[in-house]
């Protein structure tokens, strides 16, 4: 029996390469694994080269799924793969999605001193700001403590002219009265509090109405106005049902006629749309949550997260409709996430032989004949022959 370490090479010349040879800290190495054989190896290590040991179907399966060109690699394949290794795997993804979301609202736990409604207030600014304004919206949400909010959580119109003026949107001049007001109101407050406007600009371009920041912004003042201590509510929530009720906001009645300050438009309420609460749950409720009972180790928290998951209708996008096209289901937020998680970090990636569906491809008792994969079948038995 041996003790020591193994060392791994593409070829025997990268020992030299690197030094080794003049390394102490390599003296203990009791095995050389290379992948191309050396005509005659140089050293008195024990050697063995994997080239010729590994089946030319399998490399030639691998080389498939690293220069395919469909929306995942193992496309032609996903449907091979069992329902029993996805419901474990799917399991995974989702844990790691929520880890690391989890570990971004810990940083912030950091940058704000363990001020969990602060953090959240940070988080759902930048959700409101969806994909486009998402740094613009969290710069607001930082240049404006909720030690300041709070003082004018009262007037919802105060709360507007604050986020409206940080975001640079009241410096012009309005014949409408309502924006007039709301910009008089932001000069006395920069004044007030020494604020001025964050630097990053909001966009409206190519952006549905529904979007605009002006009207995101409304909503999320109104959101400030409607619920005080945000965190401890959600929090203590019990249900789905009543994160909706806590998010599901509408903005104050000068927006029923307006998605653009001083233009006017047809009359409608402009209340946060179901989808738009789904998002802020999951992108920002969910993650922090989850956080918080990590960090303080109380697990029922994490248990109420994985209920809300499987409650929260699936997430619509261009990548959960690439996995449906295939075939994969996408029942519910559960599902959607650990398929977001599965194409950004492992499929985009290539990390194929990481990915619990790659590696069951790969295996021979799961591989039909007649296929490049099912040639990996016959080759392995008659090697385990």
């Known amino acids: 029996m041996l003790v020591g370490n193994i060392e791994l ?3 025997e010349g990268d020992w030299y390469k690197h030094s080794h040879s003049h390394d102490p800290n390599y003296r203990n190495i009791i095995l050389h694994v290379l992948w191309e054989s050396p005509p005659q190896t140089q050293l008195s290590l024990p050697t063995i080269a994997l080239k010729e040991k590994v089946p030319k179907v399998l490399l030639q399966r691998y080389l498939e799924l690293m220069h395919s060109r469909s929306f995942v690699p193992c496309a032609n394949s996903l449907h091979l793969v069992t329902e029993l290794t996805w419901k474990g795997w799917k399991e995974r993804l989702l844990a790691e999605r929520l880890i690391r979301k989890s570990m971004v609202a810990e940083r912030y736990l950091f940058e704000s001193n363990q001020h969990w409604e602060e953090v959240l207030w940070w988080m759902l ?16 949400a930082r240049s404006l403590s909720l030690t300041i909010l709070a003082r004018h959580r009262n007037h919802v119109y105060q709360l507007e002219a604050l986020l409206l003026g940080q975001a640079g949107l009241l410096d012009q001049d309005f014949s409408d009265p309502y924006p007039q007001m709301l910009r008089d109101e932001y000069k006395f407050f920069q004044i007030k509090y020494g604020i001025e406007p964050v630097r990053e600009q909001v966009h409206f371009l190519r952006m549905r109405p529904g979007n605009f920041p002006t009207l995101r912004l409304a909503q999320l003042a109104m959101l400030l106005h409607s619920t005080p201590f945000l965190f401890s509510q959600l929090k203590e929530a019990e249900s789905v049902q009543r994160l909706y009720r806590l998010l599901k906001v509408t903005a104050s009645d000068y927006w029923d006629h307006h998605y653009i300050l001083g ?10 749309g179901n989808q738009m609460v789904e998002t802020i749950i999951i992108n920002a409720v969910i993650p922090l949550l989850f956080a918080y009972g990590h960090l303080r180790q109380e697990q ?5 997260v994985l209920q809300w998951m499987e409650q929260l209708m699936p997430e619509k996008n261009a990548i959960t409709s690439g996995w449906t096209a295939l075939g994969m289901e996408n029942r519910n937020a559960w599902d959607s996430q650990a398929l977001l998680e599965l194409k950004k970090s492992y499929c985009d990636a290539r990390r194929c032989l990481e990915c619990a569906a790659g590696n069951s491809l790969l295996k021979p008792n799961q591989l039909p004949a007649g296929t490049v994969a099912g040639q990996l079948n016959t080759t392995f038995t008659a090697m385990s022959g």
Request: glycine share 2%; aromatic share 8%.
């Open 300 to 304: 029922q928290y994490k248990d109420k």
């Open 125 to 140: 600014a930048r959700n409101f700001g969806i994909q486009v304004n998402a740094d613009a919206f969290e710069s607001i």
């Open 9 to 11: 090479h593409l070829e």
């Open 263 to 272: 233009e006017e438009a047809p009359c409608r309420k402009k209340t946060l």
